[in-house]
């Protein structure tokens, strides 16, 4: 795999970063993960807008976003040809950090700043098995223990990654967050339900990461004359929603069938399964996808 | 300046993690600093067992600590052996962080799992100028928006990094977290006050990091026999104490003077200079501070 890293391009194994870099001293960096269909990137300029605000709410100055768009274009060439020569689809996820550069460690910013970080890759990546679509995933719930900015995207993961692996220990795919007893969203992924026909997902709030996903299928909702409620809402409604599923950069739509220890219908709901279906579209997905 | 890394010493030039570090990608790491006085670390039982801890919590398995006691005396036989070269005092910091290790991005933990990162240096630091401690510092408050598992010692640190910095740039040495009316801790200190001859300072709970100075202070305060209260305590209580002050491992004991627009007194207190006295001679300093 290539990497770009702070205006090279390197071989994975050569890409590496000072142990005084602040991602790694500080999680004092931001991210976006963005999904390539068949060698294109979907939604990168909401990715792109994203990443600026996370830049500019962290105060990393000095990132020239033209040339990560530069770095995208090489990068999704290399990932072309490379997938082309295994003779494979060109799905993959671009992921892209910036952290506010290397300096021995002290809290306080870099005075003068430092050149900021920046890596980017492609790595291939497998579609969700028609049959767990098909099927649904279980999920769990789990109490919100993040700090109150997760609508910055930074790299700051440690409770994600311990919630989803607390998921994943049991049984389940992801685990929902819960804050005072109001759903938020998943580690990984938005969360929607349906309720006779509405959908719903938690509204923007300091509690919410504002997936790309979530916007793109809210707008496919307002295209399709979907009535939709952003009301915040609570663990029992989910229990006893029609339909439950996720949403996220690689997740796309995904059915949930099973919320801690209540079923959720028998199989992936229709409305879920739609809206997959028009995401797929949106994203110039083809014949690639079973459903 | 050498740096043990995953068992190898290097130069800090050639001290680098993989793009892939868990470390640089999620804060999937834990850390200590200990201070080092006269060549010699201070407390790092207490460091050593906290970081066993906090290994622990986060399930980052297969580190062996007596290896690092190792590494630590290494570094610390390099460290007195430079600073003789330079004809200066060593008075340092040891910093270690271990994380999960390299692996491609995903939440879920390697499985299996790949062989943590360690990495470990100790640099020179400053005694904090005596004016400043006789004079004492000013500090402001801010919303505690940290995650509700602060007591784990990981370097997701952004929060208190943006809290530092919006402290300094307001003439601030530090930033008192309040959550919820609550006085928790500072970012990267304990806060203690003294009301009519005690000592007060935040409870252990999940919202603050039971830091080693802190232990160290209240047990040197119960053999002088200091009264000591450790129930919570709000802001308000904070502007009308006799004293405040921090405490930290490179912090120590430092006077505050000025809490928001408050002041607290016109120089150091007295008890805050006898406990920075007291510590002072347990960590071995003799003449090299001026207080």
Redesign the interface.
Known sequence: MI?Y?NGEYVD?SE???????????????V?EVAHVYGGTLFEWRRHRDRLRHSLEV??IRGVDLDELDRAADTLLEHFRAEMARRNEPADGSL?V?V?RGAH??A???PDPPVRPTV?M?I?PVEPIPAELVERGVKVITV?D?????VWIK?????????A??YA?DRGAFEAIYVRDGIVTEC??ANLFIVQQGTLRTAPVSNYILPGVTREVVLEIAQEEGLPVNLTPFGVDEVYTADEVFLTGTLTEVLPITQVDDVRIGTRAGPVALRLRRLLHERAGVLKRSST
Chains 1, 2 share one sequence.
């Open positions: 990497v890293l994975e890409a590496k970063v000072s142990i005084d870099d602040r991602g790694f001293l500080f999680a004092d960096g991210y962290v105060r992921y950090e952290t021995p460690r809290h306080l910013f890596v890759w790595r109490p223990d993040r700090w109150s900015k930074t790299v700051g993961l440690l409770s994600n990654v311990l989803k692996q994943h580690t990984s």
